[in-house]
Each structure stands twice: as structure tokens, then as C-alpha cells.
């Protein structure tokens, strides 16, 4: 698989940045591809997510909280019955670092699949490095003028 990874300071809570993240659904915030993260459970464990593609397509998948360690760190995967030709991992570390200041990381994994699907996939991620990145600086600038 491959990775995208990013490490930004905000001046937030670990808590409040943990709460923002937890429900995935606002990704699309922070995130322009990511058209929309939906909860299917109603604890928010499994999430449906719909992102943009190349020429108007729309690549979906599954996707389960596997660690939720309030508030220090959220992790996720696909669902590989669900989608088995998407496969992608994300985890979000919080940590404290005093006077409400939080060091924020971010990982994606991921790995393309082969025909159509992955030609989409590979444009979605069309420099994931980059799209980690503006993602976190947004998110600084949403948890910092709350």
C-alpha cells in the first residue's frame, strides 16, 4: 500500500479536534474530492463514502472505525466485503500538547485496483501527499475559528 502522511500544530483541544473527526461525516469539509461520508450505523462505526472521480464518476466504498481512542486516536478501513476492489485505511492522532494546543497527524493508506475502478481511483489520488496536506491546513483554519 501506498501512504500519504501530515503533521500540523493547532491551537485546539485534543478533545475538540478528536470530536470534529469522529463522526467522519465532515471530511468532505476538508477534503474537495470527498463528496460525501455517511453514517449506516447508528453508532457511527460504518460509514458509506462517496468520492469524485475523473469525468463526472463517483468512486464508493465501506468503510469501519477499527480503534477509537478518545481522544488521542481514530482509525478506519474499508470494508473489504462490501468493496473488495477499493482498499484504503486512514488514522488521525491527537496529541496534547498544553494550553489548548494539539499536535495533529494524519495517514492514508491505500492501494489501486486494476480496470476502470482503478483509473478512477488513481485520479482521485492524484497527489495524495499534497491533498493530505491542504486538508489538514484546512482543518486548522475550521478548528481555529470556531
Same mark, same amino acid.
Given at each position: 500500500?501506498?501512504?500519504?502522511?501530515?503533521?500540523?500544530?493547532?491551537?485546539?483541544?485534543?478533545q475538540?479536534?478528536?470530536?470534529?473527526?469522529r463522526?467522519?461525516?465532515?471530511?468532505p469539509?476538508?477534503?474537495? /474530492?470527498?463528496?460525501?461520508?455517511?453514517?449506516?450505523?447508528?453508532?457511527?462505526?460504518?460509514?458509506?463514502?462517496?468520492v469524485?472521480g475523473?469525468?463526472g464518476?463517483?468512486?464508493?466504498?465501506?468503510?469501519?472505525?477499527?480503534?477509537?481512542?478518545?481522544?488521542?486516536?481514530?482509525?478506519?478501513?474499508?470494508?473489504a466485503?462490501?468493496?473488495? /476492489?477499493?482498499t484504503?485505511a486512514?488514522?488521525?492522532?491527537?496529541?496534547?500538547?498544553? /494550553?489548548?494546543?494539539?499536535?495533529?497527524?494524519?495517514?492514508?493508506?491505500?492501494?489501486?485496483?486494476?480496470?476502470?475502478?482503478?483509473?478512477?481511483?488513481?485520479?482521485?489520488?492524484?497527489?495524495?501527499?499534497?491533498?493530505?496536506?491542504?486538508?489538514?491546513?484546512?482543518?486548522?483554519?475550521?478548528?481555529?475559528?470556531?
Amino acid at each position: 500500500m501506498d501512504k500519504a502522511t501530515y503533521r500540523i500544530e493547532v491551537d485546539a483541544p485534543a478533545q475538540a479536534c478528536y470530536d470534529w473527526w469522529r463522526p467522519l461525516t465532515r471530511l468532505p469539509e476538508i477534503f474537495s /474530492d470527498v463528496e460525501s461520508v455517511e453514517a449506516i450505523t447508528g453508532d457511527g462505526t460504518r460509514t458509506r463514502w462517496k468520492v469524485a472521480g475523473p469525468a463526472g464518476t463517483t468512486v464508493e466504498w465501506e468503510a469501519r472505525i477499527t480503534e477509537d481512542s478518545a481522544p488521542h486516536r481514530l482509525a478506519w478501513t474499508t470494508v473489504a466485503e462490501a468493496d473488495p /476492489d477499493v482498499t484504503n485505511a486512514g488514522v488521525v492522532r491527537f496529541e496534547d500538547l498544553g /494550553d489548548s494546543r494539539t499536535g495533529l497527524a494524519v495517514e492514508l493508506e491505500y492501494s489501486l485496483p486494476g480496470g476502470k475502478l482503478g483509473e478512477a481511483v488513481a485520479a482521485l489520488l492524484a497527489n495524495p501527499q499534497h491533498k493530505v496536506e491542504r486538508a489538514c491546513t484546512e482543518f486548522k483554519r475550521i478548528i481555529e475559528t470556531r
